[in-house]
């Protein structure tokens, strides 16, 4: 146990030894695995933000009632007996058009707007809030509605909120792909940087095995190199992630007040980097240990 | 001990580098073999370090059938070997002390008696004065005591010496040889390639001659 913990400390200080021997080109490395890293990363984080702020206003989907102008006043108030004795709907509220009226009159610099009118233009509406959240039950009632007499048109509240979600979708299923390519990527450039530092250390690859290193012992610092590589790239795209983000947030801020919201996008939880950090740091490894696999058996002292 | 029977080595390409070769070295024996160039004491050398394996025939190295090993255990026979080759094969980009120490990654002692093996090595060649300087800053001579120091300090039974003494002056190939006798008095057996017969002749001990292959048969000896 304590010359495996050696071992694995030697090859460590071997990794890292490789990688300050060529700082520059590991820098550069690690801006490229970041790069390529802090675009599925930042995609994620926006669309979980994104997933967030459907989700959550989802929770109360409403369906607003207009009543066409030339319906009767009484229309109003008996669809509005009729649905709360629907099982389906939760609360029924009537806004009739004077109550419009007034409260548009009530809102500051509107009250000229209204005088001008002449006529109310406005209708009756019934705003309902359904039970529970299904959007079958929500398009269902809409489309009866919507048909109901003196009904001019029955809208689903939370639509702009499921659009969002479908396009959500949309683009997990876009991000999958783009984190699928990049690991890809990821691997090959571990491959590669792996196989060139091979190549350059023939010479002690050659003299470890005329000493007597086994193949675990010479390919282990190799690894390590894979895995050191992979969390550089993370560091890297923690702060590209973080940065743009915080610029992201300085427009975000000001619009989401305007709508009355604290909406922000919020940085990766330490759970999701330490995942980010496994997932880059094990495609490095993967990398590395498809390069030393490849290479490392044939190199044989002559 | 070490023994060869009937072993022949053909190289892809059709060129025998030994025909037949048969013959024992008991624990604890000096060795030389010699022969013109081309006459395959490299190759024997490189036959018990299982670096080729033989056509046919069987080598064995204290009872273990070299020639038959697995990839894998075949580091484990070398760390019970010392390899000196003519290119020393050094690595350039450590010093003189980090090339002692590389074999002693395998051994399993403690980081200051790891310490005192390498400079105990380096003293035996007298190096001891050198271990902060790069092997590029040594002489041919000193080079190549260096790989004697790299190739004993984890003790090894047999020492396996490839032209150890090759561009080297009379004095300085003298020295070198002093330096194999020496650990060949404390019971480590050695295993001597080279051309130069005059300085073989000083040491009396067997001597093995090879030519296109074949064993010419055994001179010197006490
Ligand atoms: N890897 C190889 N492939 C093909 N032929 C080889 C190989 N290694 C050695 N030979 C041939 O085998 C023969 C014996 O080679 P070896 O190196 O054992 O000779 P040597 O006695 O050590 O010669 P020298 O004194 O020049 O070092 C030579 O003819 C050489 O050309
Ligand atoms: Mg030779």
Same mark, same amino acid.
Request: no cysteine; glycine share 10%.
């Given at each position: 146990?304590?010359s495996?913990?050696r071992?694995?400390r030697?090859a460590?200080a071997?990794?890292?030894?490789?990688?300050?021997a =060529?700082r520059a $080109?590991?820098?550069l490395?690690a801006l490229?695995l970041?790069?390529?890293?802090?675009?599925p990363?930042?995609g994620?984080?926006?669309?979980?933000?994104l997933?967030?702020l459907?989700t959550?206003?989802?929770? +109360?989907p409403?369906?607003?009632v207009f009543m066409?102008t030339?319906a009767?006043?009484?229309?109003?108030r008996?669809?509005?007996a009729?649905?709360?004795?629907?099982?389906?709907?939760?609360?029924?509220?009537?806004?009739t058009r004077?109550?419009?009226?007034?409260?548009l009159? &009530?809102t500051?610099?509107?009250a000229?707007?209204?005088a001008a009118?002449?006529?109310?233009p406005?209708?009756?509406t019934?705003?309902?809030?359904v039970?529970?959240?299904?959007?079958?039950?929500?398009? =269902? /009632?809409a489309?009866?509605?919507?048909r109901a007499?003196?009904v $001019?048109?029955? =809208?689903v509240?939370?639509?702009?909120?499921r659009?969002l979600a479908?396009l959500e979708r949309v683009g997990?299923?876009?991000?999958?792909?783009l984190? %699928?390519?990049?690991?890809?990527g990821?691997?090959?450039? #571990?491959?590669?940087?792996?196989?060139?530092?091979?190549?350059?250390?023939r010479d002690?690859?050659?003299?470890s !095995?005329?000493i007597?290193?086994?193949d675990?012992?010479i390919?282990?610092?190799?690894?390590y190199l894979?895995?050191?590589?992979?969390?550089?790239?993370v560091?890297?795209a923690?702060?590209l992630v973080g %940065? &743009?983000?915080?610029l992201?947030n300085?427009?975000?801020?000001?619009l989401?007040?305007?709508? &009355?919201?604290?909406?922000?996008?919020?940085?990766?939880?330490?759970?999701?980097?330490?995942?980010?950090?496994?997932?880059?740091?094990?495609?490095g490894w993967l990398?590395?240990?498809?390069?030393v696999s @490849?290479?490392?058996?044939?190199i044989?002292?002559? | 001990m070490? *023994?060869? *029977?009937?072993?022949s080595?053909r190289f892809?390409?059709g060129?025998? $580098?030994? @025909?037949g070769v048969?013959?024992?070295v008991e624990?604890g024996?000096?060795?030389?073999?010699?022969?013109?160039s081309? $006459?395959g !004491?490299s190759?024997?050398? !490189?036959?018990i370090?299982?670096?080729?394996?033989?056509?046919s025939?069987s080598?064995?190295?204290?009872?273990q059938?070299v020639?038959?090993?697995k990839?894998?255990?075949?580091?484990?026979?070398?760390?019970?070997?010392g390899?000196?080759?003519q290119?020393?094969?050094l690595?350039y980009?450590? *010093?003189v002390?980090?090339?002692?120490?590389?074999?002693?990654a395998?051994?399993d002692?403690?980081?200051?008696?790891?310490?005192r093996? #390498?400079?105990?090595?380096?003293?035996?060649?007298?190096?001891?004065? @050198?271990?902060r300087?790069?092997?590029?800053q040594l002489?041919?001579g000193e =080079?190549?005591?260096?790989?004697?120091?790299? %190739?004993?300090v984890?003790?090894?039974?047999?020492?396996?010496a490839d032209?150890?003494?090759?561009n080297?002056d009379? +004095?300085s190939?003298?020295h070198i /040889?002093?330096?194999?006798v020496?650990?060949?008095?404390?019971?480590?057996?050695?295993?001597?390639a080279?051309h130069?017969l005059?300085l073989?002749?000083?040491y009396?001990? @067997?001597v093995l001659?090879?030519?296109?292959?074949?064993?010419?048969g055994?001179g010197?000896?006490?």
């Amino acid at each position: 146990m304590r010359s495996w913990l050696r071992q694995h400390r030697l090859a460590l200080a071997a990794a890292i030894r490789k990688w300050r021997a =060529q700082r520059a $080109a590991a820098l550069l490395n690690a801006l490229a695995l970041g790069v390529a890293l802090a675009l599925p990363a930042g995609g994620y984080a926006v669309l979980e933000a994104l997933d967030r702020l459907s989700t959550r206003s989802a929770i +109360d989907p409403q369906l607003s009632v207009f009543m066409r102008t030339d319906a009767e006043p009484e229309a109003a108030r008996q669809l509005a007996a009729r649905l709360r004795g629907d099982a389906r709907i939760h609360r029924v509220r009537l806004i009739t058009r004077e109550e419009a009226l007034a409260a548009l009159r &009530g809102t500051s610099g509107l009250a000229d707007v209204v005088a001008a009118l002449g006529s109310n233009p406005l209708p009756d509406t019934l705003v309902l809030t359904v039970a529970g959240s299904s959007d079958g039950v929500l398009d =269902q /009632l809409a489309e009866e509605l919507g048909r109901a007499p003196g009904v $001019a048109l029955a =809208q689903v509240d939370a639509l702009w909120a499921r659009r969002l979600a479908a396009l959500e979708r949309v683009g997990r299923l876009a991000l999958a792909l783009l984190a %699928a390519i990049l690991a890809v990527g990821l691997v090959a450039i #571990a491959f590669n940087t792996i196989r060139l530092q091979i190549l350059t250390q023939r010479d002690e690859i050659e003299v470890s !095995k005329l000493i007597g290193a086994t193949d675990g012992f010479i390919q282990r610092p190799f690894l390590y190199l894979g895995l050191l590589q992979g969390l550089s790239g993370v560091l890297v795209a923690l702060a590209l992630v973080g %940065a &743009g983000l915080t610029l992201m947030n300085t427009e975000i801020v000001g619009l989401a007040r305007s709508y &009355g919201s604290e909406f922000r996008l919020p940085f990766f939880s330490s759970g999701e980097a330490v995942a980010l950090a496994l997932i880059a740091g094990g495609l490095g490894w993967l990398g590395a240990y498809m390069s030393v696999s @490849r290479y490392l058996r044939e190199i044989e002292p002559k | 001990m070490i *023994s060869f *029977s009937a072993v022949s080595k053909r190289f892809p390409g059709g060129k025998d $580098a030994l @025909r037949g070769v048969s013959f024992a070295v008991e624990d604890g024996e000096l060795l030389f073999i010699t022969g013109h160039s081309g $006459a395959g !004491k490299s190759t024997l050398l !490189k036959l018990i370090a299982a670096i080729e394996r033989p056509s046919s025939g069987s080598v064995l190295v204290n009872g273990q059938n070299v020639g038959a090993l697995k990839r894998a255990a075949i580091p484990y026979l070398r760390r019970n070997l010392g390899l000196v080759f003519q290119d020393q094969k050094l690595l350039y980009d450590r *010093s003189v002390y980090d090339n002692v120490m590389l074999p002693l990654a395998f051994s399993d002692h403690p980081p200051r008696e790891a310490a005192r093996r #390498a400079r105990a090595a380096l003293d035996k060649v007298g190096l001891l004065e @050198r271990e902060r300087a790069n092997p590029i800053q040594l002489s041919g001579g000193e =080079q190549q005591r260096l790989a004697i120091a790299r %190739a004993v300090v984890n003790r090894p039974s047999i020492l396996l010496a490839d032209e150890p003494t090759a561009n080297l002056d009379v +004095d300085s190939a003298g020295h070198i /040889l002093d330096i194999f006798v020496a650990f060949n008095r404390v019971g480590v057996s050695v295993l001597v390639a080279t051309h130069d017969l005059a300085l073989v002749e000083r040491y009396g001990t @067997r001597v093995l001659r090879l030519a296109e292959g074949r064993l010419l048969g055994e001179g010197g000896g006490g």
